[in-house]
């Protein structure tokens, strides 16, 4: 029975294909650790060299099927947050058997800057680049436009480590396809489709934009179909695994990704709904493919016959 | 999102704190708190101090800004949020105690209380201890109150936590009966579970952690392991375990 769910990421052997999603409880170490507890791989808070803020609040909105924000790559900086991180394997082995893997989340302006944050994470399990938060200015994003840009970020961390690499690919542009072929020109062993939407929020009583950043990233069931479609369309050109990420709220909405070609998922946002999001999706998929006699692999890009 | 109009404001001006009442009940339970938006500054959360207000302590820009606050004014408010005080529901004694603005939920649970006393008959025997730096920091009063200050103005001379101990040590209540219920600075709270768990005592503190969505989602808040704006901000002797014996976490200050 606990075979039914392990999947196989490029390097990493996952006892579920469920991960924690980037900016989601993900900028402590003890909320890694609980977590980490039902997921496959957890995926902490994106880290840059230098401390950064953040916006201030309001940074995050819940409404309509949907979270916005902009939190703003707020982080303690990579030495920081390095020493809050590195624990991460002893305090789980006390806790539990079964391994889960940590995977760092990396932002930087350049590739270069990519390539220098790597040291400081021995311990991470893999690196996922930030090509894709939507409200940060030199980051992000605003490389991940670029598929040149992509492609040397990618190559530059590639080339400083050995563990696995995926790229978090934005939705917010023409053809993702294009993004996603560049990451996997670069080497990536993986892309993630996909980060949040560029969104904003205005109250109409204040007659003003919500966040205090006016511009924001929108995630959450909302966002599902556009996600589902960017992992559909990735899935049938690149070689590389896709994991999907965005709105996947129930393990139906797991399915659905994992037949559009996901190989693995992310989940985020529904933890806004309950804190035992993750642990739900995988019981309801390990039942659904038990019912069946599937496995995980079984059923990955299925849909596309 | 939703706004509310400010009905009426009680300033303690030496104190440097301000209650403010809303034209409506919000809603929630002791212990809870709400995000309150106010216009052109940071969304900062405060605990909910009564069905229908909050008192905000100056120690930043939002809240000195809150000082001057009129009735009229509109303020943006989500919530309220997290888990809320769970009330004694049969016979037993209880300790309020609160350091600083620490005070406020704690007046919302001894309302609570008091009702619940009077809806029920139940008897519950209630001492409030208030810890404060001098006899300006005090803005509620209660015929069960003993005060302590840092500088001896006014009541005990000494913290909270010594207060308490003091009046623990003399009183006669069978151990098993005795509830605490804390909020205050974390250094307030970490000395006082240190006690309660000395003396095996049942409890539920409000902790406050820097937050950001208050929603359960960014983990800004997290001690623990625990969402403070979700899981808490009130938890159990269980939690407070965890929550204080976590070396790794942010139980330092940091």
């Known amino acids: ?64 099927c949907s979270l916005i924000n902009a939190v703003g790559l707020a ?75 992509v492609r040397e970020c990618v190559k530059a961390v590639k080339r400083r480590t050995e563990k696995p690499v995926f790229a978090k690919l934005t939705p917010n542009v023409t053809d993702i396809v294009e993004i996603g072929k560049a990451a996997e020109e670069g080497g990536a062993d993986g892309v993630v489709a996909v980060n949040t939407l560029k969104a904003i929020a205005i109250d109409i009583v204040s007659r003003k934009p919500v966040l205090s950043n006016v511009r924001g990233g929108l995630s959450g069931k909302a966002i599902k179909g556009v996600a589902l479609r960017c992992v559909w369309d990735l899935y049938e050109e690149l070689e590389i695994p896709v994991i999907g990420c965005g709105g996947i709220t129930d393990w139906r909405d797991a399915v659905e990704f994992l037949l559009a070609g996901a190989s693995a998922i992310q989940v985020g946002s529904a933890f806004y709904y309950s804190y035992r999001a993750i642990e739900g999706i995988v019981e309801g998929l390990r039942q659904y493919l038990i019912e069946r006699g599937e496995k995980v692999e079984d059923i990955v890009g299925l849909a596309h016959r | 999102m939703y706004w509310l109009k400010v009905k009426k404001v009680r300033k303690f001006a030496e104190a440097r704190t301000v209650e403010i009442e809303f034209d409506r009940d919000l809603r929630g339970y002791p212990g809870q708190f709400v995000m309150l938006n106010v216009p052109d500054f940071e969304e900062i959360p405060l605990s909910l101090s009564s069905p ?38 049969r016979s037993c004694k209880v300790y309020l105690v609160a350091g600083g603005i620490g005070i406020a939920p704690i007046n919302y649970l001894y309302q609570a209380i008091k009702n619940f006393i009077k809806r029920t008959g139940i008897d519950i ?11 300006k920091e005090i803005v509620y009063e209660y015929p069960e109150m003993k005060v302590a200050t840092d500088d001896g103005s006014m009541g005990f001379k000494g913290n909270a936590v010594e207060l308490f101990l003091r009046v623990l040590s003399k009183s006669s209540n069978d151990r098993v009966g005795v509830r605490v219920y ?42 623990g392991g625990y969402r403070v704006c979700s899981d808490g901000p009130v938890f159990g002797v269980m939690e407070l375990e965890e929550i204080f014996g976590d070396q790794k976490s942010k139980m330092d200050g940091s």
Do not use: Q, W
């Open chain 1, 1 to 64: 029975m606990s075979d039914t769910l392990r999947v196989h990421i490029s390097a990493l052997e996952m006892k579920n294909p469920v991960m924690l999603a980037s900016g989601i409880l993900g900028s402590e170490l003890s909320s890694l650790i609980r977590i980490s507890s039902v997921a496959g791989a957890v995926v902490s808070k994106s880290v840059g060299l230098e401390k950064r803020e953040g916006y201030k609040n309001p940074a995050v909105l819940n409404r309509e």
């Open chain 1, 75 to 149: 982080s303690p900086g990579a030495e920081v947050f390095a020493e809050k991180l590195r624990p991460f394997h002893e305090s789980y082995r006390k806790c539990r058997g079964d391994k889960t893997h940590l995977i760092v989340s990396l932002f930087a302006s350049n590739p270069e800057e990519f390539s220098s944050l790597v040291d400081f994470f021995p311990f991470a399990s893999a690196f996922e680049l930030n090509l894709s938060c939507p409200h940060a200015e030199r980051y992000g994003m605003a490389l991940g436009v670029d598929g040149d840009a």
């Open chain 2, 52 to 89: 229908k207000t909050v008192t905000v302590k100056a120690v930043g820009e939002t809240t000195e800004r809150l000082l001057e606050i009129t009735e009229g004014e509109s303020l943006g408010i989500r919530g309220p949020f997290g888990r809320p005080f769970s009330l004694p529901r």
């Open chain 2, 125 to 135: 025997d209630i001492t409030v201890i208030h810890g404060v730096r001098n006899e």
């Open chain 2, 182 to 223: 804390a909020c205050g600075p974390r250094p307030m709270l970490k000395a006082l579970y240190g006690v309660v768990k000395d003396y095996g005592l049942e409890a539920e503190f409000s902790l406050e952690s820097y937050m950001r969505c208050g929603i359960g989602v960014c983990g800004s808040c997290v001690l």
